[in-house]
């Protein structure tokens, strides 16, 4: 069983920054793909980025260019670099990994953008 807990989020003003950190536990293996996923108030979680282990990301056009995720394989921590905020971006965040074709999610955090 993994047990994934994140930390980070909170309010912040446009134009802002947070950094969203995760990590993963109980797995034996290596970890194939960790990410972030978001869902705002009424609407339907969605994707914000995924990293493989080799480190192949990928991201949602929202974020593209404002958003960096990174992760530390031997940590299986994986991490969200949000800059350039706006009320858009606005959720709850939750970590996403996938092991052995497995999905687990963390609690969420929530990410509030306003002025």
């Known amino acids: 069983q993994v047990q994934v807990v994140e930390s980070g989020g909170g309010w912040v003003q446009p134009g802002g920054s947070l950094r969203l950190s995760c990590a993963a536990s109980g797995s034996e293996y290596s970890i194939y793909v960790m990410g972030w996923y978001r869902q705002a108030a009424g609407k339907q979680r969605e994707l914000v980025a995924d990293?493989?282990?080799?480190?192949?990301?990928n991201y949602a056009y929202a974020v593209k260019g404002r958003f960096t995720i990174s992760r530390d394989n031997a940590k299986n921590a994986v991490y969200l670099q949000m800059n350039s905020l706006q009320p858009e971006d606005t959720a709850v965040y939750f970590c996403?990994?996938?092991?052995?074709?497995?999905?687990?999610w963390g609690q969420g955090t929530q990410v509030t953008v306003s002025s």
């Open positions: 996403h990994v996938l092991y052995f074709q497995v999905e687990y």
């Open positions: 990293i493989q282990s080799g480190g192949t990301t």
